[in-house]
């Protein structure tokens, strides 16, 4: 097995909105995908991604946080902080990281209904951009879609360091079927997507070790990087 830094992954996973600077003022929720709903119209898959991103932000942090995180960004997720505290190989239990991996489920399998949705639709809504303006590279779906598996398998990689046997994390994951959820939404989008899969193959090459650790290898399989 290839040697990787868990450490390393659940940091890239949380730097697109763990570190960033506070906002001054409340952060709405995304424009181009709230405009987009509002006009009743088709949302293409750049803007479901879009929206899957921002929705699982909460419960990456939830799985990914420290104490040492936490402390230098206490703003970072104030349910996780009032409610819980931070994972360690003490509270790291299948109890408390199976309701956190269903809500994801939860909010992946209500992307990928509409997904689903724009199935026989024409390529030029399939991959409109968030604010309908453009049709998007093939390309631009892949980083998106990366970006989501590399932030959750980022995320899982930590909780694999403070856990005190892999095997919690591995039942907490059986129980609440992931893996299927995972194919569910990769596949589904290389249906809809035309050469997806050249685009996306080198975005995700360094999960390979973290999916064989947690017995994913049927997500590994629907991305042929195994």
């Known amino acids: 097995m290839r040697s990787f830094n868990l450490f390393a992954i659940a940091?890239?996973?949380l730097a697109p909105f763990a570190f960033a600077a506070p906002?001054?003022?409340?952060?709405?929720?995304?424009?181009?995908a709230r405009d987009v709903a509002v006009r009743g119209e088709t949302q293409g898959v750049p803007a479901i991604l879009t929206g899957l991103q921002v929705n699982l932000?909460?419960?990456i942090v939830e799985l990914s946080a420290s104490s040492i995180l936490l402390s230098k960004q206490p703003r970072i997720c104030l349910r996780f902080i009032f409610n819980s505290d931070c994972l360690t190989s003490a509270n790291a239990?299948?109890?408390?990281i199976t309701p956190i991996l269903t809500d994801i489920v939860t909010i992946i399998g209500e992307a990928v209904i509409d997904l689903k949705a724009l199935v026989g639709a024409d390529i030029s809504v399939i991959l409109c951009s968030v604010d309908g303006t453009v049709t998007v590279a093939v390309s631009v779906v892949a980083q998106l879609l990366a970006d989501i598996l590399i932030a959750l398998f980022g995320a899982l990689g930590f909780v694999l360091t403070v856990v005190a046997d892999v095997s919690i994390l591995v039942d907490a994951i059986v129980s609440c079927a992931l893996g299927s959820c995972l194919c569910g939404l990769i596949s589904i989008i290389l249906q809809l997507v035309d050469g997806l899969l050249a685009c996306l193959i080198p975005l995700v090459l360094s999960l390979v070790d973290v999916i064989l650790t947690l017995g994913l290898n049927v997500v590994g399989d629907v991305l042929q990087i195994l």
Request: proline residues 20%; aromatic residues 0%.
């Open 57 to 59: 932000q909460v419960n």
């Open 23 to 32: 906002a001054p003022a409340p952060v709405p929720a995304p424009v181009e």
């Open 93 to 96: 239990t299948v109890e408390v």
């Open 11 to 13: 940091a890239a996973a």
